[in-house]
């Protein structure tokens, strides 16, 4: 049971460039949701997913792309990375009537 | 839309206790936590309140709950310098897992 498993850990990109982040859980949580982590700001939400299938807004959406094909993955996508994206983002999981999230180790990106 | 303040800076002796303050705006709230961020690791939940709940104690850590006056507390009896750390409240309404954090909380425990 290897939890909650972001992927990678640490990315550089350049201005433009997309990549995905990975999130992966094996508990067949129905929630999931993505976070950023900036200073002074805590964490504010990006995306969240109730079920396979069904994606909605958080907090600061803009610029980021979910999609929830299955129930174990929820890849949060940048199309056009800017370095207003820098930041580091954080997998959350939580079963349905359950009050607890489990969080991902997190993800450091640096956009240059 | 939902709202969670904390103050951004505490600093205390070791030994001492420690009171970490937060408010919240959603009424709806049906739980709250707190959270321990150390540098460079991710978020490790260390307690929470359901909101019918005025008090919970675990060990060292005591949580007070005023509903009416929607403001969460987090006191740490005899602080110790592994307790320094950043300290998040959050809060948790709904069925849809959305946690709203407040800043974070930087404790800075010294010798």
């Known amino acids: 049971n290897a939890g909650v498993t972001q992927t990678p850990k640490f990315q550089v990109l350049k201005t433009g460039q997309s990549m995905t982040l990975q999130c992966a859980q094996d508990?067949?949580?129905?929630?999931m949701s993505w976070y950023r982590q900036d200073p002074g700001m805590g964490l504010r939400l990006i995306h969240y997913?109730?079920?396979?299938?069904?994606?909605d807004q958080g907090e600061v959406p803009n610029g980021y792309n979910v999609s929830r094909s299955t129930t174990e993955d929820f890849p949060l996508r940048l199309l056009s990375a800017a370095p207003s994206q820098t930041s580091v983002y954080f997998c959350?999981?939580?079963?349905?009537?359950?009050?607890?999230?489990?969080f991902g180790a997190g993800s450091r990106l640096t956009v240059l | 839309g939902e709202d969670v303040e904390q103050s951004l800076f505490l600093s205390v002796r070791e030994g001492d206790s420690s009171v970490i303050n937060c408010t919240y705006t959603?009424?709806?709230?049906?739980?709250l936590y707190w959270y321990k961020q150390e540098p460079g690791a991710g978020l490790q939940l260390l307690t929470y309140?359901?909101?019918?709940?005025d008090m919970k104690q675990d060990q060292r850590l005591t949580v007070l709950l005023n509903k009416k006056d929607k403001h969460l507390s987090l006191r740490i009896a005899d602080t110790q310098t592994g307790d320094s750390a950043i300290y998040f409240c959050?809060?948790?309404?709904?069925?849809?897992?959305?946690?709203?954090f407040g800043q974070g909380t930087t404790l800075q425990v010294k010798p």
């Open positions: 309140i359901f909101s019918n709940m």
């Open positions: 959603d009424s709806s709230s049906t739980y």
């Open positions: 959350a999981t939580i079963q349905s009537g359950a009050n607890v999230l489990t």
């Open positions: 997913s109730v079920g396979a299938g069904i994606t």
């Open positions: 959050a809060d948790i309404s709904g069925n849809t897992g959305k946690l709203i």
């Open positions: 508990m067949n949580h129905e929630y």
